[in-house]
């Protein structure tokens, strides 16, 4: 039985069988078998709790730059965010929702002369997809910015960013079961013109060093504690290291490519080779951070 059948989705847009690939910067994986598209945020809840309802904890979906699915697809409904991306500035703080680009908030801080989001300029994800990994880079990360979360637990619920954990990749919200819907930033006021220099700058060094050019999911594991993953498996000689259609990139160690035609079962043994030759090379255990998804 399609499981749209016992899905009340009160008009809300959706789709059968759909192709994951496509909404993932991997650009690999199977089908979903239902795709939601809440246009507002009270779609956005009705659809993550009509399928809390009949039994599915839902996949919640940002931009799908730190997860594949599953080539075999998945039962549980996806239910995308990105059709919540309102960005609004008050003095020094910003408010966004879950679905919008981690970039276009940037910017939006930039245009207004705040400070403080440079960092998260060149992360591609959305802010809900930022605050659940407490995506980080260039020394910065989203727990140092952020002033509060408003979630959907059961009921909407804002809570100030303090009450809340942000590890390394690790947060309160990581274990699932949570519903970001928006975040509050606080910013501080400076140069705007030193600000998009800063911006321009970190963008430069993220081309020059990273695989920009072909799809993947960014860094695939975990920095371990001193040292870094990229290190250690080209350390490990495992630069270019290829299984079907994904490899070691061979411009950035910690990334895995897909070279055309790279699947979800290439990507996971190679996850797996990569670790088992890493460990043996160096007795260090790479964690993934890419998530991938199976049911
Ligand atoms: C080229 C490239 C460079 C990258 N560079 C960096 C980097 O410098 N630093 C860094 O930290 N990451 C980096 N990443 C990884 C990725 O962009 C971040 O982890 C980002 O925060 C993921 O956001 P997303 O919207 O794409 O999340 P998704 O991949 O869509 O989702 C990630 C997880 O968050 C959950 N999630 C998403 N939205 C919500 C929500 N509203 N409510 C509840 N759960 C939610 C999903 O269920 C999933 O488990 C990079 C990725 C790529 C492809």
């Given amino acids: 039985m399609p499981i749209t059948t016992s899905l009340t989705l009160r008009g809300i847009p959706y789709t059968e069988n759909e192709d994951t690939s496509a909404h993932v910067s991997m650009k690999a994986g199977g089908k979903a078998a239902v795709f939601i598209t809440p246009r507002n945020l009270t779609e956005l809840i009705h659809a993550y709790s009509a399928s809390r309802m009949c039994g599915k904890i839902p996949i919640v979906l940002g931009n799908g730059t730190n997860t594949v699915f599953s080539d075999g697809g998945v039962v549980r409904p996806v239910v995308s965010t990105l059709g919540l991306a309102n960005i609004s500035v008050d003095g020094e703080y910003i408010a966004a929702d879950c679905g919008a680009k981690l970039s276009a908030v940037a910017m939006a801080a930039a245009n207004a002369g705040l400070t403080g989001l440079e960092f998260a300029h ?3 994800g959305t802010v809900g997809g930022a605050v659940f990994m407490n995506a980080g880079a260039y020394g910065g990360e989203i ?3 952020l002033e509060s979360v408003t979630y959907f637990d059961g009921e909407i619920v804002t809570k100030p960013a303090g009450e809340l954990y942000f590890g390394y990749r690790e947060t309160t919200f990581s274990k699932g079961g949570q519903l970001i819907l928006s975040a509050v930033f606080k910013l501080k006021k400076g140069n705007e013109a030193e600000i998009k220099a800063k911006m321009k700058e970190l963008a430069a060094a993220r081309r020059e060093k990273q695989p920009l050019e072909l799809p993947s999911a960014g860094s695939v594991f975990k920095r371990p504690v001193g040292s870094f993953a990229g290190k250690l498996i080209e350390d490990a000689g495992l630069k270019g290291l290829t299984v079907g259609g994904m490899q070691v990139s061979v ?24 670790q088992k030759r890493v460990k043996e090379n160096s007795g260090v255990e790479l964690t993934p951070e890419v998530r991938i998804i199976k049911d």
Avoid at 251 to 274: M, P, Q, S
């Fill in 122 to 124: 060149g992360i591609p």
């Fill in 143 to 145: 727990k140092d910015v």
């Fill in 251 to 274: 411009k950035h160690a910690g990334f895995i490519v897909n070279i055309g035609g790279g699947t979800e079962t290439d990507f996971e043994n190679l996850v797996k080779e990569v």
